[in-house]
C-alpha cells in the first residue's frame, strides 16, 4: 500500500471538489493501492486523529508515500496568513516538513503548481507556487528541491483540475511511467492545445469570429480566448458531464500555464498589436498567420459566415443561406 | 484559564481548515471561539481589475459554491449596465444554483454529516451496528457521490464546466440549450431523483414535505426507517440532538430563486415572525480580526480589508458580520422558516433552532427544489433568447449581487471607477454563521451552539462534531 497525505492551503477547495467527479474513484484508487491517510473531505479520521498521525509521519513511524498539496504555500506575516489548527505555528512550514520526506510531492492545482489565482495582482498572502513562483523556478520548496524518490514537485496544474488529470497521473505514476514536461507537468494532458478538439474549429480556420459572446463564432479575436496557446486536453477528454470551457460557450483563460492568473490585459478582451489579435499561435510566423487570414476570411463559406455570428445555426450544410434571421 | 482551555482542529468533513477553542465552565463548554485560520486576500487582489474580470477571479473564491460566486458577481455587474436578463435565462440561472445548491445539500449529509454517526464516541449506542451504513466508503455512500457527480455533470451541457464556469454574464448565457440537450438533462435529472427517492425517501418524499408537526416527523421517522432519512432522525430523536445546537438568533435570507422579480423562496428576517430586509442594515465588525481597519463597523459597500496577521486580541481572519447589530443565522434553516415551509414552521416552533432542526430544513429544502428543476427544465425555449445582446461597458457606480448558496447568503459589493473595480467586498454565508466576537462581545452563531456542550475531562463528547456540521462550514468561503 502506498499512503497518501492531502492537505489544503492557499486555495479554494475546488480541486478536491473536481477529483470527486473522477468516476469509480474510491475504486481506483484501491486498485492502485493507495491509502489515504487524510484527505479533507474523502477521508478523515476523527478530528483528534488528525496531529498524531501527523506526528507519526514526522517520526518516520508511517511513510509518506505521496503528499498531494492543494494550495499555494502563504508566506505573508512569516507565514502567519495560514495559522495550523489545533497547535501553534503556520502551514507553510508543515508543508516544507513533510515535503522533505515524501517519495513523491503532488502540487494540485494552479495555485500550488505556480501561485495561480491565490497569488493574483498585489498578493497579499504572499502565495507561491511550491517550485515556482508563477513562471521561475524556485517557489517555496526551491529550485532544487527533490522529493525522497528524486523527482520535481509533480504539477498538476488546472484551475480547477480536471479530474482525470490527476486519477491518470496517480496510475501513471504507480506504473513508473509518468513523463513530466518542461513545467513539470504530466506531458500526457500537455503535449496538446486546448484548441484540438474545439468545436469551432471551423470558425477559427476561416477566421470567422464572434461578435457576441454568446455567438457560435471563434472567440479568439474578441473575447481573449487563449486556446491555440493554451495546453491542454480539455476539448478532447471533455469535462465530467461531456463539457468544456469552449463548449460553454465562453473563452479558454489558460488556466494550466504558469502566471495565468495575470495575463496583462481583461481576460475577456483580445488585445491587439496592429490589428492583429495578440492571442495567435505561438509557433507559426505572424507573416504567415495574416496571409492565411486574409485568404480565409475571403474564402468563407457563407454558412460559416453566418453562423458565427448567431447564436444557434441558421445554415446547416448543403444549405444556402437564404438571409440572415 | 489557558491551562484548562481545550484547542480542537483541523477538523475533516468541513470545507477548509478550522479551529475551536472551548473554556470549561464546571463540566460543559462554558465559551467557545471559532477560528478561521487562512487568509487569501480576494477583495484586494480584484481591485484595479477591469469589471469582467470579477467573473473569473470570483469564482475563485470558493471551488465548492463557485456558481453562487459566479452569479453573485454577475448580478452585482448587471446592476451597472442597462442590460435585461431573458427568460431563458433566469431559469438556466436558476436551475444551475440549484443543482450547485442541491449538489451541496445531498454531499453535506453523506459526505460530511452522517459519518459522524460512526465515531468511536457513538460505539455503545444500539443504533451503532445500524448506522454503519453512513460510513465512509459504503455502498450508500458510494451511490450518494455517484449521484452528485451525476446531477454536477448537468452543469456540463448548462455551463461547460464545474467549479470555475464563465457562462454567465450580465447579459445572460454564454451558450443556448437546444431541445436535444434539454431532453438529455431531464433524463439525467430523472436519475437523480429517482436515487432520491430511493436511497434517501424510500418513496416516502412527498409524504416528507407534507408533514404538519413533529409528532408526523416521529411517525413518518418509524414508518421509512429502512430509508437513510428515516434512519438518519429516529437516531437524532432517540439522542435529543433536536436540542443539541440550540442557538436563538434571528435568521436571515436574501430569498432565492428569483424569478420576473418573484423568489421561490422569500427573504426577509425571522424574528419570531418575518421582517422585510434591508441591505443597509448589514454591518461588519472587526474587533476579532486579524484585518487592520476602522474600529466602527461599516457596510459592506464601505469595507475595507486589509491585513494584520498579529493584532492583539483577534483570533480569526473572519470579520463579524452583524444585521442591526445582532447576530443573525443563515441557510437552509433559515431560507425554510422565512418562506413559511409548514414543517419548518412547525419545527422552529416546537424545537428552535438545532441541530436536527438545520439538517431536516436542507432535506426539506431538496424535496423542494427537484419538482422546480423540473420545471425549469420543462420551461426552457430552445427558439428563444438566452442573451441580450447590448452594451457589455460596466458603468462605474456602486452595485451589490445578493443570492442564496447553498450554505446560506452571500452578498458581493463592488464599486466601479474610472472602469476599474476600486473596491469588491464579498459577504459568505460562513462569514455569518462562524463570525467571531464583535467589539460588543456578542459571540457568533456557532460560538453560541457550543456553549453548554458537556465536557469529560476538559474534552467534548462525539456531539461538537454534529454541532458544527449542522452549519455546514465552509471556511475557504468565509474569508476568501
Redesign the interface.
Same mark, same amino acid.
Given at each position: 500500500m502506498a499512503n497518501l497525505l492531502w492537505l489544503? !492551503?492557499?486555495?479554494?477547495?475546488?480541486? =478536491?471538489?473536481?477529483l470527486?467527479?473522477q468516476?469509480r &474513484?474510491?475504486e481506483r484508487l484501491e486498485t492502485l493501492g493507495i491509502n489515504l491517510l487524510?484527505?479533507?473531505?474523502?477521508?478523515?479520521?476523527?478530528?483528534?486523529s @488528525?496531529w498524531p498521525l501527523i506526528d507519526q509521519i514526522l517520526e518516520g513511524s508511517v511513510a509518506l508515500d505521496m503528499l498531494c498539496i492543494e494550495g499555494s504555500a502563504?508566506l505573508? =506575516?512569516?507565514g502567519?496568513?495560514?495559522?495550523?489548527?489545533?497547535?501553534n505555528g503556520h502551514?507553510a512550514g508543515l508543508l516544507r516538513q513533510l515535503s522533505g520526506l515524501a517519495q513523491e510531492v503532488l502540487a494540485i492545482g494552479s495555485c500550488t503548481a505556480f501561485g495561480g489565482? !491565490?497569488a493574483?495582482?498585489?498578493? /497579499?498572502?504572499g502565495?507561491v507556487g511550491l517550485q515556482y513562483d508563477n513562471g521561475r523556478l524556485g517557489g517555496f520548496l526551491g529550485g532544487d528541491f527533490r522529493t525522497q524518490s528524486g523527482r520535481p514537485v509533480i504539477n498538476i496544474a488546472g484551475?480547477?483540475i480536471h479530474p482525470g488529470w490527476l486519477a491518470d497521473s496517480l496510475s501513471l505514476l504507480s506504473q513508473g511511467n509518468l513523463v513530466l514536461d518542461e513545467w513539470a507537468r504530466p506531458a500526457f494532458y500537455t503535449e496538446g492545445l486546448v484548441h484540438h478538439g474545439c468545436p469551432r474549429n471551423e470558425f477559427y480556420e476561416y477566421k470567422a469570429s464572434a461578435p457576441?459572446?454568446?455567438d457560435l463564432g471563434c472567440l479568439m479575436e474578441n473575447f481573449g480566448c487563449k486556446a491555440t496557446q493554451a495546453r491542454g486536453d480539455c476539448n478532447i477528454r471533455?469535462?465530467?458531464?461531456?463539457? !468544456?470551457?469552449?463548449?460553454?460557450? @465562453?473563452?479558454c483563460?489558460n488556466c494550466t500555464a504558469p502566471g495565468f492568473?495575470n495575463p496583462g490585459h481583461? +481576460?475577456?478582451?483580445t488585445p491587439k498589436v496592429a490589428g492583429l489579435p495578440s492571442t495567435l499561435p505561438t509557433d507559426m510566423p505572424k507573416a504567415w498567420f495574416v496571409a492565411l487570414s486574409a485568404l480565409a476570411k475571403a474564402a468563407t463559406p457563407e454558412r460559416v459566415r453566418v453562423n458565427a455570428t448567431s447564436?444557434?445555426i441558421l445554415v446547416p450544410p448543403n444549405k444556402r443561406a437564404e438571409s440572415k434571421k | 484559564m489557558s491551562q484548562t482551555q481545550t484547542?480542537?482542529?483541523? @477538523?475533516?468533513?468541513?470545507?477548509?481548515?478550522?479551529?475551536i477553542r472551548l473554556e470549561p465552565r464546571e463540566n460543559q463548554v462554558g465559551a467557545a471561539f471559532v477560528?478561521a /485560520?487562512? @487568509?487569501?486576500?480576494?477583495e484586494?487582489? &480584484?481591485?484595479?481589475?477591469?469589471p469582467?474580470?470579477a467573473?473569473?477571479?470570483a469564482p475563485?473564491?470558493?471551488?465548492?459554491c =463557485?456558481v453562487a460566486q459566479s452569479l453573485a458577481a454577475r448580478s452585482a455587474l448587471a446592476g451597472l449596465t442597462d442590460l435585461r436578463l431573458p427568460r431563458n435565462a433566469e431559469r438556466v440561472f436558476n436551475l444551475m444554483q440549484a443543482i450547485e445548491n442541491t449538489s451541496d445539500l445531498l454531499s453535506h449529509f453523506y &459526505?460530511?454529516l452522517a459519518p459522524e454517526l460512526q465515531?468511536?464516541g457513538y460505539k455503545d449506542r444500539k443504533w451503532f451496528a445500524q448506522a454503519k451504513r453512513f460510513a465512509?466508503?459504503t455502498e450508500p455512500y458510494?451511490k450518494a457521490?455517484?449521484a452528485?457527480?451525476g446531477l454536477?455533470?448537468?452543469?456540463?451541457?448548462l455551463?461547460?464546466?464545474?467549479?470555475? !464556469?464563465?457562462?454567465m454574464?450580465p447579459?445572460?448565457?454564454?451558450?443556448?440549450i437546444?431541445a436535444s440537450e434539454r431532453a438529455g438533462l431531464l433524463d439525467h435529472l430523472g436519475e437523480f431523483e429517482a436515487f432520491v427517492s430511493a436511497q434517501v425517501f424510500g418513496g416516502g418524499l412527498q409524504a416528507f414535505i407534507n408533514l404538519k408537526n413533529t409528532a408526523q416527523l416521529a411517525d413518518w421517522a418509524l414508518e421509512y426507517q429502512h430509508t437513510d432519512l428515516g434512519l438518519f432522525i429516529q437516531i437524532g430523536l432517540e439522542e435529543g440532538w433536536e436540542r443539541l445546537g440550540l442557538i436563538k438568533t434571528p435568521l436571515l435570507s436574501y430569498g432565492a430563486y428569483f424569478e420576473a422579480g418573484f423568489p421561490l423562496f422569500a427573504g426577509g428576517v425571522w424574528k419570531n415572525q418575518v421582517e422585510a430586509f434591508d441591505w443597509n442594515q448589514i454591518t461588519e465588525d472587526l474587533a476579532s480580526s486579524?484585518l487592520d481597519g476602522p474600529f466602527e463597523p461599516l457596510s459592506p459597500a464601505q469595507g475595507v480589508t486589509r491585513?494584520d496577521?498579529?493584532r492583539e486580541g483577534a483570533y480569526s481572519?473572519a470579520k463579524a458580520p452583524r444585521y442591526q447589530g445582532q447576530v443573525v443565522s443563515v441557510g437552509p434553516w433559515a431560507r425554510q422558516v422565512i418562506d413559511g415551509q409548514p414543517l419548518a414552521r412547525a419545527l422552529n416552533q416546537t424545537w428552535g433552532s438545532g441541530v436536527l432542526s438545520r439538517v431536516l430544513a436542507r432535506w426539506i429544502e431538496l424535496g423542494r427544489l427537484l419538482p422546480q428543476m423540473r420545471q425549469w427544465l420543462e420551461q426552457i425555449e430552445p427558439d428563444q433568447? +438566452?442573451?441580450h445582446?447590448g452594451n &457589455?461597458m460596466i458603468k462605474d457606480g456602486q452595485s451589490f449581487g445578493l443570492i442564496e448558496a447553498a450554505r446560506g447568503s452571500l452578498g458581493h459589493f463592488l464599486e466601479i471607477e474610472g472602469g476599474r473595480i476600486t473596491r469588491y467586498q464579498i459577504l459568505a454565508p460562513t462569514s455569518w454563521n462562524f463570525s467571531p466576537r464583535d467589539q460588543t462581545g456578542q459571540p457568533g452563531p456557532a460560538e453560541q451552539a457550543l456553549v453548554g456542550l458537556p465536557l469529560f475531562k476538559g474534552k467534548p463528547g462525539p456531539e461538537l462534531?454534529l454541532v458544527i456540521r449542522s452549519f455546514d462550514p465552509?471556511m475557504?468561503c468565509q474569508v476568501h
Open positions: 489544503q !492551503s492557499g486555495g479554494c477547495g475546488g480541486c =478536491s471538489q473536481a470527486l467527479l468516476p &474513484l474510491l487524510w484527505h479533507p473531505v474523502l477521508a478523515p479520521k476523527e478530528e483528534d @488528525f502563504l505573508a =506575516s512569516g502567519l496568513v495560514h495559522r495550523l489548527s489545533g497547535r502551514m489565482m !491565490s493574483l495582482g498585489a498578493n /497579499p498572502a502565495a484551475c480547477a457576441e459572446p454568446n471533455l469535462w465530467p458531464g461531456g463539457g !468544456s470551457c469552449l463548449r460553454g460557450g @465562453f473563452s483563460i492568473q481583461p +481576460f475577456l478582451e447564436p444557434k | 484547542i480542537l482542529g483541523p @477538523f475533516g468533513r468541513i470545507e477548509g481548515d478550522l479551529e477560528t /485560520p487562512m @487568509f487569501r486576500g480576494f484586494t487582489m &480584484l481591485e484595479g481589475r477591469a469582467l474580470d467573473l473569473v477571479i475563485r473564491v470558493c471551488g465548492i =463557485s &459526505l460530511y465515531r468511536q465512509l466508503g458510494k457521490v455517484a452528485r457527480n454536477l455533470g448537468m452543469l456540463a451541457p455551463a461547460g464546466k464545474w467549479p470555475h !464556469s464563465l457562462s454574464l447579459g445572460g448565457l454564454t451558450k443556448t437546444g486579524w491585513l496577521a498579529e481572519y433568447p +438566452f442573451y445582446s &457589455l462534531g465552509c475557504q
